[in-house]
C-alpha cells in the first residue's frame, strides 16, 4: 500500500462520514419543523387570557401567519427553543432571547442576553425596559405587539 491509496481512502472515509452527518442534520430539521407544525396546528384556538396577548405583526423568517395571538402568562420567554412560552422559529433569534414579566403593575421586558439583541419601539433594549400595551417588541426580525 502505497500513500496515494491511503490519502484516497481516507478521503472516501471523510466523504462518507460527511454523507452520514448531513443525513443527520436533514432529519433533525425534518424533526425539528414538524414539532413547530404540530406545535402551532395544536394552538390554532387562542385560550383567553387575563395578562393580554402578544400579537405577530411581521413574522420574519418564523414562518407564523400575521395576527397569530400567543396568550401572555405572568412571565414568558421568548426564543428560538421550543420550550420557550413563545417559540419563534427565526433564524435571528437566540434559543432564550427575551423575557417579557407582569410585575403586578406594569410590563418589563429584558433581553437574556442574545447576539442579536431586542428592541421596543425601535429602540434598542440595553436594560430593563417597562413596555405599555400598543407598544412593538422586536425579536430578531419578528415584530409582535403587546395587546389586551
Known amino acids: 500500500m502505497n500513500l496515494a491509496d491511503i490519502t484516497i481512502e481516507f478521503l472516501i472515509l471523510a466523504l462518507r462520514i460527511a454523507v452520514v452527518f448531513l443525513l443527520y442534520l436533514f ?3 425534518v424533526l425539528r419543523t414538524i414539532t413547530r407544525e404540530l406545535r402551532t396546528a ?7 387570557s387575563q395578562y393580554g396577548y402578544l400579537t405577530i405583526i411581521n413574522p420574519g423568517q418564523s414562518g407564523l401567519p400575521p395576527g397569530k395571538k400567543f396568550p401572555l402568562d405572568q412571565a414568558n420567554t421568548i426564543g428560538r427553543a421550543i ?4 417559540p419563534l422559529n427565526d433564524t435571528f433569534l437566540s434559543s432564550e432571547h427575551a423575557l417579557l414579566e407582569w410585575d403586578g403593575s406594569s410590563w ?3 433581553d437574556l ?3 442579536n439583541g431586542s428592541w421596543v419601539n425601535g429602540r434598542e433594549l440595553d436594560q430593563p425596559m417597562p ?3 400598543g407598544d412593538i417588541i422586536q425579536v430578531g426580525h419578528v415584530e409582535m405587539k403587546l395587546s389586551r
Open 108 to 110: 418589563i421586558v429584558e
Open 42 to 48: 395544536g394552538a390554532e384556538t387562542t385560550p383567553a
Open 83 to 86: 420550550t420557550n412560552d413563545i
Open 27 to 29: 432529519l433533525y430539521q
Open 131 to 133: 413596555v405599555n400595551y
Open 113 to 115: 442576553g442574545s447576539t
